[in-house]
C-alpha cells in the first residue's frame, strides 16, 4: 500500500527506473480510493507520520512510548536512572483529530545483568548460583544503551561464552568479543560470563521461524524496579519527586513538546508534506457531580477528605460486625512484647466501631514458614472464625503458603500482619482501626453505604489477569453485589487455560452470583451494571462478540427459570473501565492550572463520536496530576440516562472497603482486581467457594 499526501493525475500511474545493470524496471500504481480524514486507516498513517516524527527529534521507541535519552534524570543515591519522554496517540473525538500526549518516565537501574549475577553468586554460592540466576532474571526487560533497544530474558545460555562465534548475516563467523568491538567500539571485560537469550517477536504474523537475540549480561541494564525497590519508602518518596507533576509542569512539557516539533526543521517539512499543522490546545467543558453522603448504622457524614473520613469511621458504629469470639493469633518468639498494645487498641476500637473482638488464642511458634503452616493445620478446628499471623518479613516464602492454605486446603478467613507494623506504637490506633476494618470485612460485615436511588440492583466486577507462577494461564475474577444497598458481595475466581485477556467461564459466575442474589432478595434484580476491568480499545469487538453473550444468555436463563411474576428479565449493561488513559484534563483558576475536582465529568468533545463514553475523575490528588478514568458502555439494555449512569459510577467510588476515602475505580473493579492479584501471586489455585460471601482477600 502506498499512502500519497496528493492525489496523482491518473488513475493509473507507470513509473519506471535503470538498475545499475542496465535492467528497467516498471512499477504500476493505481489510485484505489481516496481516505476521508475520519478514515480509521487515516489515523492510522498519521500516527505512523508522528512516530517518524518524534524519531527525529532523537526519540527512542520502549514499548508504546517515545524516551529521550539524552536528558536522563539521575537519582544517584539509589543507584536509578529516569528517561523522560511521551506517550502520544492521534484519534479522531467527537468534533476533529486530536493530538494527545502526556509526560512519562522510563525507570532504568545504574546495575548491570552481570553485576546482579555476580552479587547473587556471593550471596547463594557455587551450589544454587544458576538456579538463583534463572529464579531472579528470567521474565525481565533489559535494555541495551549501545542501541537503546528493550529485551526480555526468556533464558539463560551457559555453555556460550564471549569468545564463541556466531554467524553474521553475510555467512561470516565472528566471536562476541570482536563483534561488539567492531560494531560499536565496546571492550568486554569478562569473558567467562554466558550469554542471555532473548526470543524475538516476528513483524510477520505467518512466520514460523524463531529468531533470537544473544545478549552480554555486562552491556545490559535492568529496567524497572525490584519488589524490594518498590516497597522502599525512601525510594519511592525521590522518585514520587520528579515523576509525580503539577498540572502546570505537565502543560508545560507538553507544550514544549508541540513547540519542539513545530520548531525543528525536519519535523516541520514532515508535517507540512502531510498538510498537517498543529491548531490550539483544546478548551472543553466539564460538570461536577454533587458529593456523597456516607451512611453508618447510626449517623450520615459528607466527609471533606480522606483523613476525615478515616477519623470518623473510628467514632461510628459500622452498618454491620459479627462478633469475633473464636480466632487465633499465631507469631514467632520475638513478637510477643507488641501483641498486649495491639489486643488493647483493636478491641478499644472495634468496640466504638460495633465491632466485639474477644481474647484471641495465642500460638507461639519458631520463624520459619513451615512452623506457622504447622501450627495453622494442627490448631484450626471447624469453628475458627479467623487466624491471625504476625510475620517478620514479607517474604513470599513465608506468605504465600499461609494464604494458599487458609483460602483453598482448609478455608477461614486471615489476616496477615508485619511485626514491624506492629512496632510503630505512636501510631497504633490508626494501624488498629484498619486492621479491624479488613478484618470486620473477612467476616462478611459492611461498614458502610450510599444512596443508591435505584431500586433491585446488581453491580458486578471482572478483570482478569496473568498467573505469576503458571505460563498461559489466565487468572479471572468476579465480584457480583448480593443485596439492594450494595454492601455485600459474592466472588467468585477461576484459573483458565489462555493466551488473551478474553474469559469463558463468565455464564458460570454470573448464573451462580444471580442464584446468590435470589436467595438474599426472593427474587432476581431488575438490574444488572457489570464493569469490565483490564481491556484496551483493540479488545472491545472481541468483548462484545465472546464476553457479552455469555453475560446476555446467563442473565435470560435465570430469568426463565425463576418465576416470571417475581423475576421479570434483569436488564444488562456492560462499561468497560480503563484506568490507563492518555488525555489528562486541568481546570484554569487563578491564572493557573490546578486538578479539577472530584466528580468531575467530561462526556463531549474528548470522548468518541460513535462510542457512548465519558471521564470521571473521583479523587483528589494532592501531589501531582489526577488521572481520570475513562468508561466506555459497549452494551446497554437498561436505558439509564447518561447522567444517571455516570452519577451511579461515582457512587460505586466510594464503596472500596479497604481505603476510608474515593477511589479511582467503582468498587466491584477494585474487588475483583484485588482477588485476580492474590491469586494470581499467592495462591495460584482457584480459592474455595466457603468463602465466596465474604471479602477475605482485603
Same mark, same amino acid.
Do not use: G, H
Given at each position: 500500500m502506498l499512502f500519497l499526501s496528493e492525489k496523482l493525475e =491518473?488513475? +493509473? &500511474? =507507470?513509473? $519506471?527506473? *535503470?538498475?545499475?545493470?542496465g535492467e528497467t524496471i516498471k512499477m504500476i500504481v493505481t489510485l484505489t480510493r481516496e481516505l476521508p480524514s475520519s478514515s480509521p486507516v487515516c489515523t492510522q498513517v498519521f500516527n505512523i507520520i508522528f512516530k517518524k516524527i518524534l524519531k527525529k527529534l532523537s526519540m527512542y521507541q520502549i514499548g508504546r512510548n517515545y524516551y529521550n535519552p539524552s536528558e536522563p534524570v539521575e537519582i544517584s543515591q539509589h543507584k536509578l536512572s529516569l528517561w523522560p519522554g511521551f506517550s502520544v496517540s492521534i484519534s479522531r473525538f467527537e468534533s476533529s483529530l486530536l493530538f494527545s500526549a502526556d509526560v512519562c518516565y522510563k525507570v532504568l537501574r545504574n546495575e548491570? +545483568? !552481570? *553485576?546482579?549475577?555476580?552479587d547473587l553468586y556471593h550471596r547463594t554460592g557455587l551450589a544454587t548460583f544458576t538456579q538463583a540466576c534463572e529464579k531472579e532474571l528470567l521474565g525481565l526487560i533489559v535494555l541495551t544503551r549501545y542501541n537503546n533497544k528493550t529485551y526480555r530474558i526468556d533464558d539463560i545460555d551457559w555453555s556460550v561464552k564471549p569468545t564463541h562465534t556466531f554467524q553474521k548475516r553475510n555467512g561470516t563467523e565472528i566471536t562476541y568479543v570482536d563483534y561488539y568491538k567492531q560494531q560499536y567500539d565496546i571492550t568486554l571485560s569478562d569473558l567467562n560470563q554466558p550469554v542471555l537469550v532473548s526470543l524475538l517477536k516476528s513483524k510477520r504474523n505467518d512466520d514460523p521461524e524463531v529468531r533470537i537475540a544473544h545478549l552480554m549480561p555486562e552491556l545490559c541494564f535492568l529496567t524497572g524496579m525490584s519488589r524490594q525497590t518498590v516497597s522502599d519508602f525512601r525510594v519511592m518518596k525521590s522518585l514520587a519527586e520528579v515523576m509525580h507533576l503539577s498540572p502546570l509542569d505537565r502543560q /508545560? /512539557?507538553? @507544550?514544549? !513538546?508541540a513547540d519542539d516539533i513545530q520548531r525543528n526543521k525536519d519535523t516541520r517539512y514532515e508535517l507540512e508534506s502531510w498538510g498537517l499543522h498543529f491548531g490550539c490546545q483544546k478548551s472543553l467543558t466539564g460538570r461536577v457531580l454533587p458529593s456523597e453522603k456516607i451512611l453508618m448504622q447510626d449517623q450520615t457524614f459528607q466527609p471533606a477528605s480522606a483523613a %476525615?473520613?478515616?477519623? %470518623?469511621?473510628?467514632?461510628?458504629? +459500622? !452498618? $454491620? @460486625?459479627? $462478633?469475633? &469470639?473464636k480466632w487465633l493469633i499465631i507469631c514467632s518468639n520475638g513478637a510477643e512484647s507488641v501483641i498486649e498494645s495491639f489486643l488493647s487498641c483493636l478491641r478499644r476500637v472495634g468496640s466504638s466501631m460495633g465491632f466485639n473482638v474477644d481474647y484471641p488464642k495465642i500460638i507461639r511458634v519458631q520463624d520459619s514458614p513451615a512452623s506457622f503452616l504447622r501450627a495453622i493445620q494442627q490448631h484450626v478446628v471447624p469453628n475458627i472464625q479467623l487466624v491471625m499471623c504476625i510475620l517478620s518479613s514479607n517474604q513470599k516464602s513465608c506468605y504465600d503458603p499461609i494464604k494458599k492454605y487458609l483460602s483453598s486446603d482448609c478455608p477461614v478467613p486471615s489476616q496477615c500482619v508485619l511485626t514491624r507494623t506492629l512496632n510503630k506504637q505512636g501510631m497504633m490506633m490508626s494501624i488498629a482501626t484498619k486492621i479491624a476494618m479488613q478484618m470486620t470485612c473477612k467476616l462478611g460485615g459492611e461498614l458502610w453505604a450510599v444512596e443508591i436511588p435505584l431500586k433491585s440492583l446488581m453491580v458486578v466486577g471482572i478483570d482478569v489477569c496473568k498467573d505469576a507462577l503458571n505460563k498461559g494461564t489466565a487468572v479471572v475474577g468476579f465480584v457480583a453485589s448480593s443485596n439492594p444497598v450494595i454492601t455485600r458481595w459474592y466472588s467468585r475466581c477461576i484459573l483458565q487455560r489462555t493466551m488473551t485477556d478474553v474469559a469463558d467461564c463468565l455464564k458460570v459466575f454470573m448464573i451462580g452470583a444471580l442464584k446468590k442474589w435470589y436467595k438474599h432478595n426472593h427474587s432476581l434484580p431488575t438490574r444488572v451494571i457489570v464493569y469490565r476491568d483490564g481491556v484496551g480499545d483493540g479488545q472491545l469487538k472481541t468483548l462484545l462478540e465472546y464476553e457479552v453473550p455469555q453475560l446476555v444468555s446467563s442473565v435470560a436463563e435465570s430469568s426463565s427459570n425463576a418465576s416470571p411474576s417475581l423475576c421479570p428479565t434483569s436488564r444488562l449493561s456492560v462499561i468497560v473501565v480503563r484506568k490507563k488513559c492518555v488525555p489528562r484534563f486541568f481546570m484554569e483558576m487563578n491564572h493557573t492550572l490546578q486538578n479539577p475536582p472530584s466528580g468531575t465529568i467530561v462526556d463531549s468533545e474528548a470522548t468518541r463520536p460513535d462510542w457512548y463514553d465519558f471521564y470521571l475523575i473521583s479523587q483528589m490528588a494532592r501531589q501531582g496530576t489526577v488521572n481520570p478514568t475513562y468508561y466506555n458502555v459497549i452494551y446497554d439494555d437498561n436505558g439509564l440516562k447518561p447522567d444517571h449512569m455516570q452519577r451511579l459510577t461515582f457512587k460505586l467510588c466510594h464503596l472500596y472497603?479497604?481505603? $476510608?476515602g474515593l477511589i479511582s475505580v467503582p468498587a466491584p473493579c477494585q474487588y475483583a482486581r484485588k482477588l485476580t492479584f492474590l491469586v494470581a501471586q499467592s495462591i495460584h489455585k482457584e480459592p474455595s467457594l466457603e468463602l465466596a460471601g465474604s471479602l477475605f482477600y482485603l
Open positions: =491518473e488513475k +493509473v &500511474t =507507470e513509473l $519506471s527506473t *535503470e538498475t545499475k545493470k548491570t +545483568v !552481570l *553485576e546482579l549475577m555476580t /508545560q /512539557q507538553l @507544550a514544549r !513538546l %476525615d473520613w478515616f477519623k %470518623d469511621i473510628r467514632t461510628c458504629r +459500622v !452498618l $454491620s @460486625a459479627p $462478633s469475633l &469470639t472497603y479497604n481505603w $476510608s
